[in-house]
């Protein structure tokens, strides 16, 4: 169903109420998804349950931001990050998201949970470029070496705003 997607100019906006919700295994397989997130992505939930996150996946995004939101999972550190992220129509939305690991009784992780809101426009002004940049050179670069090539790209944007991946996220959703 995903492979045959083409991506539109069409943005939908989430209400400030609303909030975005899905959980998944260690994986990244959806095992939960709340009706927000079933509307706007225009997927049933048996579309969803079962089904890697990769399944809104825009290709604007780079893999590079990605790559950096497993490492922070898997050092049970929770991600705070902008996505665009891909409707079934070929519409997308901009969200800011933050994802947790999801501990069990026994503090044991057991999958990662993820609360995403509307992402404000100013800050999808300045990150929409940046992404933009980063796919360009993840393409340049090939599949090999292009989350690597891209990343250093983004440190070395940070480093000249003095700041980390984390800190300019938070800045710009609140600013
Ligand atoms: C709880 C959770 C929520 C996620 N939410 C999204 C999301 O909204 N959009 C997205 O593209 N990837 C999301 N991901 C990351 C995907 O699992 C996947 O790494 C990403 O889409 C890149 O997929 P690919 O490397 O297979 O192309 C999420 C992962 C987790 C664990």
New binding site residues.
């Given amino acids: 169903m995903k492979a045959s997607i083409t991506p539109t100019n069409q943005q939908h906006q989430i209400a400030d109420t609303d909030f975005i919700v ?3 295994d260690l994986q ?1 397989r959806i095992t939960y998804a709340n009706r927000i997130f079933m509307q706007i992505s225009q997927y049933a939930e048996s579309d969803l349950l079962g089904t ?3 399944i ?3 290709p604007d ?1 780079p ?1 590079g931001v ?1 790559k950096y ?2 490492q922070e ?1 898997k050092q049970q550190q929770e991600f705070f990050g902008f ?1 665009k ?1 891909l409707c079934a129509d070929g519409s997308y939305y901009w ?1 800011f ?1 933050n ?1 947790t690991p999801d501990l069990g009784p026994d503090e044991q992780v057991k999958g ?3 609360v ?1 809101r509307q992402a404000p426009a100013s800050a999808i002004q300045v990150i929409a470029p940046l992404y933009a940049e980063m796919c360009a050179i993840e393409q340049r670069a090939g599949s090999k070496e292009g989350a690597n090539k891209s990343i250093a790209h983004l440190e070395q944007f940070l480093a000249e705003h003095n700041s980390s991946y984390r800190d300019l996220v938070l800045q710009l959703y609140k600013n």
């Fill in positions: 899905s959980k998944t990244g890697q996150h990769n809104v996946r825009h995004m893999r990605f939101l497993w999972l996505v992220n969200v998201a994802i990662y949970y993820s995403r």
